[in-house]
C-alpha cells in the first residue's frame, strides 16, 4: 500500500455516479477510510457544469452520454494534472461484446483464452456464423450491448439447432464451456486486485442436453443450475474450488488493465473442467460493484493513493519543465 499523503494535504476526488450506483461504490465505510488516509470523497452535482465545481484533483464517473464527455474534456483543459478515472473511449470498448474481449487476445499470458464466440447481425444466419466458427452446443446467447441497461443483462442457454431459432438478433453467440460450476470474479482498482468467488451454471452433460429444452433464459434455469443442491452442498461445492494462482491472476490483471486503458474494471474467468489448467474469460465489467467484494475499502483506497502521488508528479513535471524554459 502506498504511503498516505503528507501530513495536512488532502486529495480531493470527485465522484459523477447515477443514483442506482452509489450505493454499490460509496458507502459510509469507504468515505470514512479514505478520509482517515487523507482522501476526501465529494458528490459532483450532475445539475451544475463539472468546471464551476471542485476543485477536484481526480474525478470518478460512470456516465457516457455526450454533454458529459464534452464537460470531461472542459475539465480536462482547464486542469491538466487532474485525473479522470476513466476515459469514455476507453470505457466504451467494454459496451460492446463483438470487441469486449479483443484485449484478452492481445496478451502474452500462457493458459488464458476466450471462449469461442460468433457476432450474429439481423441479416445473417446464427446457425451459419456457428458453422464458420467451428462451434459446439450448448451456447451462451448475450445482447451485443453490454451497459446499465435490464436487455443488456438478459441472457439465454441454447441447448441445440432449433433453439437458435429463438434467438433475437443482432446476438454475441459464446460456446459455453464447463467450469465445475464456480466463476472466479476478479476486481481490478489500478494495481489492486481481489479475486472472490461466486457460484455458476452447473456442468452440463450430455445426458442433460438430450433431456432439455432448446432454449432456456438464465432467469428460468433450474435443471442445469442445480437449484435443488442444498444450501450445504453448495456450501463445500464453493469451499472445494481451488482459487488461481494468485501471480496467475495479478499478472492477467496488470496486462488487462494496460491493454484496456482503464483503472476500474472486473472481469470474470472460469476453470475448464476438462483442463485444470486452462483458464477462460468470460465477460469483462467498467466500474463493477465493489462494496460486493469483502473489505473493499483496503482496496480502493491505496488505488486512490497512487492517483494522489501520480498527480502530484504531474504536477512537479510541470514546474520543472516551466523551470527549464
Known amino acids: 500500500m502506498p504511503e498516505s499523503l503528507l501530513a495536512g494535504e488532502r486529495f480531493r476526488i470527485g465522484y459523477a455516479l447515477a443514483p442506482r450506483s452509489v450505493s454499490s461504490f460509496i458507502q459510509d465505510s469507504l468515505v470514512v477510510y479514505a478520509e482517515k488516509q487523507g482522501v476526501d470523497l465529494i458528490p459532483i452535482d450532475l445539475e451544475k457544469p463539472l468546471i464551476e465545481q ?30 479522470i478515472v476513466d476515459p469514455i473511449e476507453s470505457i466504451e470498448k467494454l459496451h460492446n461484446r463483438v470487441s469486449m474481449l479483443d484485449a484478452v487476445t492481445q496478451l502474452k499470458i500462457e493458459n488464458l483464452e476466450i471462449p469461442l464466440q460468433a457476432f450474429v447481425d439481423s441479416n445473417e444466419s446464427p446457425q451459419d456464423e456457428i458453422d464458420n466458427q467451428g462451434m459446439k452446443f450448448p451456447l451462451i446467447a448475450k445482447a451485443m450491448i453490454a451497459n446499465a441497461t435490464a436487455d443488456a443483462h438478459q441472457m439465454c442457454l441454447v441447448l441445440n439447432r432449433d433453439g437458435l431459432n429463438g434467438v433475437k438478433t443482432p446476438v454475441v453467440l459464446q460456446e459455453f464451456v464447463n467450469h465445475g460450476g464456480v466463476i472466479f470474479k476478479v476486481y481490478v482498482a489500478g494495481d489492486h486486485v481481489k479475486c472472490v468467488k461466486r457460484k455458476s451454471l452447473s456442468d452440463i452433460t450430455e445426458e442433460k442436453l438430450g433431456n432439455s ?6 432467469s428460468l434455469i433450474s435443471y442445469f443450475a442445480d437449484n435443488e443442491q442444498s444450501d450445504e452442498s453448495l456450501a463445500k461445492l464453493m469451499e472445494a474450488a481451488i ?32 483442463n485444470g ?26 488505488c486512490f493513493l497512487d492517483l494522489a502521488h501520480q498527480k502530484r508528479s504531474k504536477e512537479t513535471a510541470n514546474i520543472d519543465h516551466k523551470v527549464d524554459n
Open 243 to 274: 482459487m488461481p494462482p494468485s501471480s496467475f491472476v495479478n499478472e492477467v490483471s496488470k496486462q488487462l488493465r494496460h491493454a484496456l486503458k482503464l483503472h476500474l474494471f472486473n472481469f470474470d474467468m472460469i476453470r475448464d473442467s476438462e
Open 277 to 302: 489448467n486452462r483458464y477462460l474469460i468470460i465477460d469483462i465489467n467498467y466500474f463493477p460493484g465493489y462494496a460486493k467484494v469483502p473489505e473493499y475499502e483496503e482496496m480502493l483506497t491505496p
Open 213 to 218: 429444452e432448446n432454449l432456456i433464459p438464465f
Open 54 to 83: 471542485g476543485p477536484f484533483d481526480s474525478v470518478f464517473h460512470k456516465l457516457y452520454d455526450a454533454e458529459w464527455k464534452k464537460q470531461l474534456e472542459e475539465f480536462s483543459l482547464q486542469n491538466p494534472t487532474a485525473i
